[in-house]
C-alpha cells in the first residue's frame, strides 16, 4: 500500500506520495524572486532556510491567485531540492494499492499515475516535473547573490 496526501488546486484533487512530503503548513506572504521561472513565484524563509514557492496553478495551466488565509503550502523534497507548494485545500492522506495506481504516458509530463480513490479519480504529481533542468538552472542563477 502506498499513503498519498490529498490536496486540491481550485475544485480538481491531486496527490503526493506521503514519504515526499516533510509537512503541510498555512500559507504565508511569498517575497517575490525577480527572474525565476514563471512557476516559483517567490520564496519564504522556513526555519532558517530559504525555499522556492511553485504555484500549482500556474503548473496546471490556471491563472494565478492572491495568496489567502485558506491557502497551504506543502514542503516536499526532491532529489534536486526542497520546494514549497501552494494549493487551495489539504483533504487527509488515503490509502492506495500499487497495483491500482497506473503509470500515466509521456504525454502526462506533470503527473506520475492516477488512482481511484474516496475522492473520486486523483492524479499523482511527479515532483521531478516541477522544475524542468533549465527551470533549475534558471532558479539557481535567481537564488545566487550578484
Known amino acids: 500500500m502506498v499513503e498519498l496526501l490529498i490536496f486540491s488546486v481550485d475544485t480538481r484533487r491531486f496527490a503526493l506520495r506521503v514519504g ?5 503548513l498555512a500559507a504565508v506572504s511569498v ?22 514557492v511553485v504555484d500549482l496553478r500556474i503548473m496546471f495551466g490556471q491563472p494565478a491567485q492572491k495568496i489567502c488565509p485558506h491557502h497551504f503550502f506543502i514542503l516536499v523534497k526532491t532529489p534536486r ?18 497495483q491500482d495506481m497506473p503509470s500515466l504516458t509521456e504525454s502526462s509530463k506533470l503527473f506520475a499515475g492516477v488512482v481511484q ?30
Open 81 to 98: 531540492r526542497t520546494l514549497l507548494l501552494l494549493v487551495d485545500g489539504i483533504h487527509g492522506v488515503e490509502e492506495a494499492a500499487r
Open 31 to 52: 517575497t517575490e524572486l525577480p527572474h525565476a521561472p514563471a512557476q516559483v513565484i517567490g520564496v519564504v524563509n522556513v526555519h532558517g532556510q530559504i525555499v522556492p
Open 117 to 146: 480513490l474516496h475522492a473520486g479519480v486523483v492524479f499523482i504529481c511527479d515532483l521531478d516535473a516541477l522544475l524542468t533542468e533549465k527551470d533549475q538552472d534558471v532558479l539557481n542563477a535567481a537564488l545566487s547573490p550578484s
Open 20 to 24: 515526499d512530503v516533510v509537512r503541510v
